[in-house]
């Protein structure tokens, strides 16, 4: 079975704080998406990754993909309430249609 | 925007019950997914659709079937609800393959 273990399972911090969100596997991606989701909602795509390597910026939100595209983290900095919800990464391995979710990171922005 | 709509939000069924939860996409998308997400676990795939009438099983599909017979339309079938499919259904659509993943709001089971 393969797994995407992400990591901390749980984080609670104050505005204007800094946070980094990993996501692991043993198992090669051949693209790595990160999704965010909210109560009520169904996940929202944030980013896809493909090359090994990767460092991809969305406004405050810095996404990189490991070397080997085995791994991912999720830096955002300066974190704001809006920042709240669920972030989900996501590993496409080379079988088509075959999306492996990781656990989740539940992030909560104290104001 | 790409709308994939659920048709229900919170459902209560019975042990033994047959239950149909249904899943429309409004932007011609081939393929189509259902996963079900449970706290710890993140989403697993059920089943997954590539085209009209064509289905292949995902991670977890013992106890679930699904029914594609228009290319908008994917219903996921419990043939006999059990207490352990309570769980959240998320549908999702995508376009080209590695285009992203558009998810409905989901679907809160619960099966007593």
């Known amino acids: 079975t393969q797994l995407l273990e992400q990591s901390p399972q749980f984080l609670s911090i104050q505005e204007g704080e800094n946070l980094t969100v990993y996501c692991n596997s043993s198992s090669v991606f051949s693209s790595l998406q990160w999704y965010r989701q909210e109560p009520g909602e169904g996940p929202v795509l944030l980013v896809t990754?493909?090359?090994?390597?990767e460092v991809k910026k969305l406004k405050r939100l810095t996404f990189q993909f490991g070397d080997a595209r085995k791994d991912s983290s999720l830096h955002i900095t300066a974190a704001q309430p809006g920042d709240t919800g669920l972030y989900l990464c996501a590993g496409e391995l080379d079988r088509a249609y075959k999306y492996i979710f990781g656990t989740g990171t539940r992030l909560k922005v104290l104001a | 925007d790409v709308k994939v709509t659920q048709s229900s939000r919170y459902l209560v069924k019975r042990t033994g019950e047959k239950v149909f939860l249904e899943c429309v996409q409004d932007?011609?998308?081939?393929?189509m997914f259902w996963y079900r997400q449970d706290p710890g676990l993140g989403l697993r795939l059920i089943y997954f659709?590539?085209?009209?009438?064509?289905?292949e099983k995902g991670d977890i599909p013992e106890g679930y079937s699904v029914s594609r017979e228009k290319k908008e339309r994917f219903s996921l079938i419990l043939e006999s609800a059990s207490t352990n499919q309570t769980s959240m259904y998320l549908c999702?659509?995508?376009?080209?393959?590695?285009?992203?993943?558009?998810f409905g709001n989901g679907t809160r089971l619960t099966v007593t």
């Open positions: 932007m011609d998308h081939e393929n």
């Open positions: 990754v493909v090359t090994g390597g």
């Open positions: 659709s590539y085209d009209v009438k064509m289905k």
């Open positions: 999702a659509s995508e376009g080209a393959h590695n285009s992203p993943l558009h």
